[in-house]
C-alpha cells in the first residue's frame, strides 16, 4: 500500500507570502503528526490530530502557523506572512492509535523563503 | 528545558563491524525512548523502542540500552553493513494521548566498504 504522500516536494516562496503544505497519510491511520526539520538539525514537533481534533498543538511557533484534517485524512500546514526562518523541511507522519512510537514519514516538504 | 541530544555528530565504522551511537537525555518523566533512522532525502523510519522500565531490547542486527540512573541511551547495530549509512535519531515520549516526539540532533553513521 501507499505510505505517507506529502505535497508539494518543493515550495519556493517570498517573504509575506501564505503557503499551505498537504499530507495524504497511510490509509486507516487515525493519528497524524506535522514535525520541522531545519537543516543538518533533529526535527522538531509541531503538531498532533487524533482524527480531525488537535490535542497538541504546543509546538506550534506563532499564531502565523495553522493545521487542520478533515474526514480523518488529510491535512493542510498553512503558514501565513511566512519569514525567512520558516525555511525548513516539513515533515508529516501517521500512524495508528495504539502504536504511537511507530511513527511513518512521508518525505517532506521543503520550504524555501526568499 | 526538554532535550534530547547526542554524544557525537558523526561515527565512521568499517563494514562488517558493530556500532554503537550514544544519546543523552534529559527528562526523567519520559515513557518511550525510541531510535528513528533518516536517510538522505527520506522521511525518518523507526527502527526500534524501548519502554522505561526495561533496560535492554534487542531487534534484528539491533539491540537497545536504557541506563535511567545516567540518562544514557544507545543503539547497537551488529555487523554494520553499507546500507546501515544514514542519520540516526534518539527520540522520547511521554505516554498518553499525545503522539509527541521529541528528537535529539542526530548522529551521522558512515560505513566504510
Known amino acids: 500500500g501507499a505510505g505517507v504522500s506529502q505535497s508539494p516536494s518543493n515550495k519556493v516562496t517570498e517573504k509575506g507570502k501564505d503557503v499551505e503544505l498537504r499530507c495524504d497519510p497511510i490509509s486507516g491511520h487515525t493519528a497524524l503528526y506535522w514535525y520541522r526539520q531545519s537543516l543538518g538539525q533533529g526535527l522538531e514537533f509541531l503538531i498532533y490530530?487524533?482524527?480531525?481534533?488537535?490535542?497538541?498543538k504546543s509546538g506550534l511557533p506563532s499564531d502565523r502557523f495553522s493545521a487542520e484534517r478533515t474526514g480523518g485524512s488529510v491535512s493542510t500546514l498553512t503558514i501565513q506572512r511566512t519569514q525567512q526562518e520558516d525555511s525548513a523541511v516539513y515533515l508529516c507522519a501517521s500512524s495508528p492509535t495504539l502504536a504511537k512510537n511507530i511513527q511513518y514519514f512521508g518525505a517532506g516538504t521543503r520550504l524555501s523563503v526568499l | 528545558g526538554e532535550s534530547v541530544g547526542l554524544h557525537l555528530p558523526t561515527l565512521s565504522v568499517q563494514e562488517g563491524d558493530n556500532s554503537i551511537i550514544n544519546c543523552a537525555y534529559s527528562?526523567?518523566?519520559?515513557?518511550?525512548f525510541i531510535w528513528y533512522k533518516q536517510e538522505s532525502g527520506k522521511g525518518p523510519q523507526f527502527i526500534i523502542d524501548i519502554r522505561s522500565n526495561m533496560d535492554k531490547r534487542q531487534g534484528q542486527r539491533v539491540t537497545v540500552l536504557l541506563n535511567k540512573t545516567v540518562k544514557h541511551l544507545s543503539l547497537q547495530i551488529a555487523a554494520t553493513q553499507p546500507g546501515d549509512s544514514a542519520v540516526y535519531f534518539c527520540?522520547?515520549?511521554?505516554?498518553?494521548?499525545?503522539?509527541?516526539?521529541?528528537f535529539g540532533q542526530g548522529t551521522t553513521l558512515q560505513v566504510k566498504p
Open positions: 527520540a522520547e515520549r511521554y505516554a498518553g494521548n499525545t503522539g509527541k516526539l521529541i
Open positions: 490530530f487524533q482524527g480531525n481534533s488537535a490535542p497538541d
Open positions: 527528562n526523567s518523566a519520559s515513557d518511550y
